[in-house]
């Protein structure tokens, strides 16, 4: 029975010019997701990873880890799958803040004493409005058309065999719970936001079609790893 092993990347770079990159802190997230694969004996067969750079460096910190990268990458035994992309949270953000004082008010938040708490709240709300489908003319990707995109990946994914170690982010794995659980729009959207850099879910896949076996696994960070974990 295949099993993917949808893995979530390592922090990125939250308020740097460029976001899609792994913070020093994400880097260890992913070296260690990988030796704790390694020590469960978790071994992958395929590599699918998607079209990011903070795909791509998660990916290459977790088989390093493991003493695979040369068995893996940029070998016949890896493929780049950009189904497996995040949603364009900058062009999500460019049209909620267009609305009349909005973008203001972020402003002002974000210069408060917890930037990251105010950055959250207005994203949210963002989240919110792309989800809802009133103004899927404004976004050049909408939540329907993200979530049909990221079906189409799990239903390659699935056709592989033996452990299937997918890298991907949040809001995808998200669009897989939403699928499998039959969960509406907005639980999945919040499930999101529970997601740990370098934790990973299990999908099962079997004659009945695909099943969620376990999500946002990050036991791997308990203890004295506590402080590899980060959310964001």
């Not at 489908?133 to 909408?142: A, M």
């Not at 982010?169 to 529970?194: E, F, H, Y």
Request: one cysteine or more; hydrophobic letters at 40%.
């Amino acid at each position: 029975m295949p099993a993917l092993y949808l893995i979530r990347h390592g922090q990125a770079s939250f308020g740097a010019e460029d976001y899609d990159q792994l913070s020093d802190l994400g880097m260890r997230q992913s070296q260690h997701v990988g030796e704790y694969f390694s020590a469960q004996g978790i071994q992958p067969d395929t590599i699918i990873c998607g079209g990011m750079k903070r795909h791509r460096q998660t990916a290459e910190q977790c088989l390093n880890a493991m003493g695979l990268g040369a068995k893996f990458v940029d070998t016949s035994l890896w493929s780049t799958n950009t189904d497996w992309n995040e949603y364009d949270h900058l062009q999500i953000l460019e049209a909620y803040t267009a609305l009349p004082g909005v973008g203001e008010m972020m402003v002002q938040d974000m210069a408060g004493e917890n930037p990251k708490a105010g950055f959250q709240k207005h994203f949210s709300h963002a989240m919110q409005r792309w989800c809802g489908g009133e103004y899927d003319h404004e976004y050049r990707e909408t939540w329907s058309a993200f979530c049909s995109r990221i079906e189409r990946g799990l239903a390659a994914a699935g056709g592989a065999s033996g452990n299937i170690f997918v890298f991907t982010s949040g809001g995808a794995i998200s669009a897989v719970s939403r699928q499998l659980l039959q969960l509406n729009d907005m639980k999945a959207l919040s499930l999101s936001w529970m997601l740990a850099n370098a934790a990973y879910s299990k999908v099962l896949v079997g004659k009945s079609g695909a099943v969620l076996a376990s999500m946002n696994e990050h036991g791997h960070f308990d203890g004295k790893y506590r402080d590899l974990l980060s959310y964001r």
